[in-house]
């Protein structure tokens, strides 16, 4: 029986190619093989957390140079340079790098703390601040640089005195990065052996402004020229005083402010430029989703935490303060609504960040995860921007002092297209990567038919199967797993054994998966959701954080999730499982529209939260400030009147 299973499946095992395997394999794994084994592991979940507090010395350097940059664009700006040089001196730009090479390493968590709140205040600086501290030379110098390029690169990049950029995209190769990237050729010149390359990349951050550029390109070598005759995907280091580079032309995303530009021209480097010099020649594919697996974790979950937080509480205070038909507009039930949705998905970014950043700290590097918080957290972020948009309403459109939604406008897509698209990450990556990679037992069975070893496939595949019963079982009987909890955690136990029985369905299906990106999409949404939900019930755990409005995110999470799996199981296509299925179908329970009243009332009125989300952030001279102020005025006073006609001025421009 078991050769017959072997047979079937190596049948509908997809081809998966070179860079495929190596992304694949790219990164570790955290609590998301729980959930893929339907069973949250709570002593790994609830394991002791160390205090990650910014110093007073840091936080002061933070705040006086959000106060010196301002709120406006870094670039274009005549005064990009010295905004550079301040953020190298208070060693901003050096936060991934050795305090032995003079840069200012910080945990994760301290890191995502800055970044944080130089977005909540100033994006266009959070961009510039960012790309040094994540995917770029820095981190691929410290992972994979020999000691020379270590000590000549690294203190210069951690003053500053180098601009970091890291080109890899083209015009011919965004999401596919490595499909029709540049090519370059080894040629021996003067007796010498030099890489002849043509680049032609655009979309670079920093570009316009760097001298230290990593370039990605594939590595060609048809005279075997090389000693280790390697050749593919390289990466390499080269200064903007390279001959032959052009850096001529910079794009504007979308008035972001930030810079971004091209590289191109034809250049001949040495084999020693190589990031890790030779011997990593055609190691660069591999050495970029290393980074990725972690970096894309960090930056970008802060900066949609940053702005989340801002809009969030701005929000929150302008609806107590504007009234419409005599009355406050936070006290119409449509404000209220949505509102109550920024709400709950800026508590699940600023929850799901602190356990992510937890997680990485801990030296765990959860490629699923990482991913998972890179498109979950710019695609709330951008629910929130545009339901505090909607309610700002004329002010949030027109630009003017009082407008703080143009800069956030501005710069939301950015998080959303860049470090894998999100339209890609979620349709195509969560999921499919979450079923070779957390998945318990889904690669190792590939493994085995890759490697014709049936006595191992047996193993694998007999605990596969007693994991999917054993899910049944719990789901039927839920006695002891799923006593003595409260009504949104038990809730959340169910779906997580859902989602495991259902993925090893979907996983039936085989390379179909790769087109079937509507259930892949949605199954990483559940995936994501129950991922969410757990960081909630950690945040609690530790945090003692408000219980009332943990309970509320994470109903909102698991309704969502429980209409995607009865979606799932109704389009499933085989019908002899989908009957298996049936029986996990949730008779979905509808919310008490009255709660939600309730919840506005509790939300406005707690002081504890109010306080977590004000810390975040920096409003000084913002219009949240004003607000704030504004709250503390007597309302019939005439100072109240003044403030308050200055807060809801609209910017007003000569004809
Ligand atoms: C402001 C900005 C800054 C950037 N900074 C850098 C940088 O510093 N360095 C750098 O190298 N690059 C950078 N990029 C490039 C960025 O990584 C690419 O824009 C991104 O990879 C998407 O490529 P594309 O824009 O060509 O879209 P396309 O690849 O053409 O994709 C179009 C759409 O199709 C979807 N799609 C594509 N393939 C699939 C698939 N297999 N399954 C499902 N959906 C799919 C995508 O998600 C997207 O929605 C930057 C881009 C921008 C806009």
């Given at each position: 029986m078991y050769k017959f299973i072997f047979n079937k499946i190596k049948k509908i095992i997809p081809k998966i190619s070179e860079t495929e395997i190596i992304a694949l394999k790219s990164g570790g794994t955290s609590i998301d093989r729980y959930i893929f084994e339907g069973k949250m592991n709570y002593k790994q979940l609830f394991s002791p957390i160390k205090k990650n507090i910014l110093s007073k010395n840091t936080e002061n350097e933070l705040n006086s140079l959000l106060k010196l940059t301002g709120e406006n664009n870094v670039?274009?700006?005549?005064?990009?340079?010295?905004?550079?040089?301040?953020?190298?001196?208070?060693?901003?730009?050096?936060?991934?790098?050795?305090?032995?090479?003079?840069?200012?390493?910080?945990?994760?968590?301290?890191?995502?703390?800055?970044?944080?709140?130089?977005?909540?205040?100033n994006p266009s600086l959070a961009v510039v601040t960012m790309v040094p501290n994540s995917l770029g030379p820095a981190e691929l110098l410290q992972h994979y640089g020999t000691d020379d390029q270590k000590k000549y690169f690294l203190p210069k990049l951690s003053t500053g005195e180098f601009i970091p950029c890291f080109g890899l995209t083209g015009p011919n190769n965004g999401s596919d990065a490595v499909g029709e990237i540049d090519e370059g050729v080894v040629e021996k010149i003067n007796n010498k052996i030099k890489i002849k390359i043509s680049l032609n990349k655009r979309y670079i951050t920093l570009a316009p402004i760097s001298n230290l550029i990593g370039i990605a390109f594939k590595l060609k070598d048809p005279e075997n020229l090389?000693?280790?005759?390697?050749?593919?995907?390289?990466?390499?280091?080269?200064?903007?005083?390279?001959?032959?580079?052009?850096?001529?032309?910079?794009?504007?995303?979308?008035?972001?402010?930030?810079?971004?530009?091209?590289?191109k021209g034809n250049i001949i480097i040495d084999p020693e430029q190589v990031i890790g010099g030779e011997k990593n020649i055609g190691e660069g594919w591999k050495m970029l989703m290393e980074c990725l697996a972690v970096g894309r974790g960090v930056s970008l979950p802060a900066t949609a935490n940053g702005s989340s937080k801002f809009i969030t509480q701005t929000i929150k205070y302008y609806i107590n303060s504007r009234k419409q038909f005599n009355m406050y507009i936070g006290d119409m039930e449509s404000v209220k609504e949505k509102f109550i949705d920024m709400y709950i998905n800026t508590w699940i970014i600023h929850t799901s960040v602190k356990l992510t950043n937890n997680i990485l700290d801990s030296g765990k590097t959860p490629s699923v995860i990482t991913a998972i918080m890179k498109q979950q957290t710019t695609e709330r972020a951008r629910t929130i921007l545009n339901n505090g948009m909607d309610i700002y309403a004329g002010s949030g459109i027109c630009v003017g002092e009082n407008n703080f939604f143009t800069k956030f406008y501005n710069a939301s897509p950015v998080g959303i297209t860049v470090e894998g698209s999100n339209t890609l990450t979620r349709g195509l990556i969560i999921f499919g990567q979450g079923l070779n990679k957390s998945h318990p037992y889904i690669f190792p069975l590939f493994e085995n038919i890759q490697e014709n070893n049936l006595y191992e496939f047996k193993k694998n595949f007999n605990n596969l199967i007693k994991n999917i019963i054993n899910n049944y079982l719990c789901l039927i009987n839920p006695i002891p797993n799923l006593i003595n909890k409260n009504k949104s955690q038990h809730r959340l136990e169910k779906n997580t054994l859902k989602f495991s029985i259902l993925s090893n369905f979907v996983a039936i299906l085989g390379g179909k998966i790769k087109q079937k990106q509507m259930i892949s999409g949605n199954m990483a949404d559940i995936l994501s959701n129950i991922y969410l939900a757990y960081s909630l019930i950690w945040h609690h755990h530790h945090f003692k954080s408000n219980n009332i409005l943990k309970e509320e995110c994470i109903e909102y999470l698991m309704q969502d999730a429980e209409y995607k799996i009865n979606l799932i199981i109704s389009n499933y296509p085989i019908p002899f499982f989908k009957l298996l299925?049936?029986?996990?179908?949730?008779?979905i329970k509808y919310k008490n529209l009255e709660d939600k009243n309730k919840l506005y009332t509790f939300i406005i009125n707690n002081e504890e939260l109010n306080e977590i989300l004000n810390n975040d952030i920096f409003y000084k001279g913002t219009v949240l400030e004003k607000l704030i102020n504004l709250s503390k005025l007597d309302k019939s006073s005439k100072d109240y009147k003044l403030l308050y006609e200055d807060i809801i001025k609209v910017g007003e421009y000569k004809l």
């Amino acid at each position: 029986m078991y050769k017959f299973i072997f047979n079937k499946i190596k049948k509908i095992i997809p081809k998966i190619s070179e860079t495929e395997i190596i992304a694949l394999k790219s990164g570790g794994t955290s609590i998301d093989r729980y959930i893929f084994e339907g069973k949250m592991n709570y002593k790994q979940l609830f394991s002791p957390i160390k205090k990650n507090i910014l110093s007073k010395n840091t936080e002061n350097e933070l705040n006086s140079l959000l106060k010196l940059t301002g709120e406006n664009n870094v670039y274009p700006n005549n005064k990009i340079n010295d905004i550079m040089k301040e953020l190298g001196n208070r060693g901003f730009l050096s936060m991934i790098i050795d305090k032995k090479y003079g840069g200012n390493r910080m945990s994760i968590e301290l890191q995502s703390q800055i970044l944080s709140k130089i977005s909540s205040y100033n994006p266009s600086l959070a961009v510039v601040t960012m790309v040094p501290n994540s995917l770029g030379p820095a981190e691929l110098l410290q992972h994979y640089g020999t000691d020379d390029q270590k000590k000549y690169f690294l203190p210069k990049l951690s003053t500053g005195e180098f601009i970091p950029c890291f080109g890899l995209t083209g015009p011919n190769n965004g999401s596919d990065a490595v499909g029709e990237i540049d090519e370059g050729v080894v040629e021996k010149i003067n007796n010498k052996i030099k890489i002849k390359i043509s680049l032609n990349k655009r979309y670079i951050t920093l570009a316009p402004i760097s001298n230290l550029i990593g370039i990605a390109f594939k590595l060609k070598d048809p005279e075997n020229l090389l000693k280790n005759n390697k050749k593919g995907i390289t990466v390499a280091l080269i200064q903007n005083s390279q001959p032959g580079l052009l850096l001529e032309t910079y794009h504007n995303p979308n008035n972001a402010g930030f810079p971004n530009g091209t590289i191109k021209g034809n250049i001949i480097i040495d084999p020693e430029q190589v990031i890790g010099g030779e011997k990593n020649i055609g190691e660069g594919w591999k050495m970029l989703m290393e980074c990725l697996a972690v970096g894309r974790g960090v930056s970008l979950p802060a900066t949609a935490n940053g702005s989340s937080k801002f809009i969030t509480q701005t929000i929150k205070y302008y609806i107590n303060s504007r009234k419409q038909f005599n009355m406050y507009i936070g006290d119409m039930e449509s404000v209220k609504e949505k509102f109550i949705d920024m709400y709950i998905n800026t508590w699940i970014i600023h929850t799901s960040v602190k356990l992510t950043n937890n997680i990485l700290d801990s030296g765990k590097t959860p490629s699923v995860i990482t991913a998972i918080m890179k498109q979950q957290t710019t695609e709330r972020a951008r629910t929130i921007l545009n339901n505090g948009m909607d309610i700002y309403a004329g002010s949030g459109i027109c630009v003017g002092e009082n407008n703080f939604f143009t800069k956030f406008y501005n710069a939301s897509p950015v998080g959303i297209t860049v470090e894998g698209s999100n339209t890609l990450t979620r349709g195509l990556i969560i999921f499919g990567q979450g079923l070779n990679k957390s998945h318990p037992y889904i690669f190792p069975l590939f493994e085995n038919i890759q490697e014709n070893n049936l006595y191992e496939f047996k193993k694998n595949f007999n605990n596969l199967i007693k994991n999917i019963i054993n899910n049944y079982l719990c789901l039927i009987n839920p006695i002891p797993n799923l006593i003595n909890k409260n009504k949104s955690q038990h809730r959340l136990e169910k779906n997580t054994l859902k989602f495991s029985i259902l993925s090893n369905f979907v996983a039936i299906l085989g390379g179909k998966i790769k087109q079937k990106q509507m259930i892949s999409g949605n199954m990483a949404d559940i995936l994501s959701n129950i991922y969410l939900a757990y960081s909630l019930i950690w945040h609690h755990h530790h945090f003692k954080s408000n219980n009332i409005l943990k309970e509320e995110c994470i109903e909102y999470l698991m309704q969502d999730a429980e209409y995607k799996i009865n979606l799932i199981i109704s389009n499933y296509p085989i019908p002899f499982f989908k009957l298996l299925l049936y029986p996990i179908k949730t008779n979905i329970k509808y919310k008490n529209l009255e709660d939600k009243n309730k919840l506005y009332t509790f939300i406005i009125n707690n002081e504890e939260l109010n306080e977590i989300l004000n810390n975040d952030i920096f409003y000084k001279g913002t219009v949240l400030e004003k607000l704030i102020n504004l709250s503390k005025l007597d309302k019939s006073s005439k100072d109240y009147k003044l403030l308050y006609e200055d807060i809801i001025k609209v910017g007003e421009y000569k004809l």
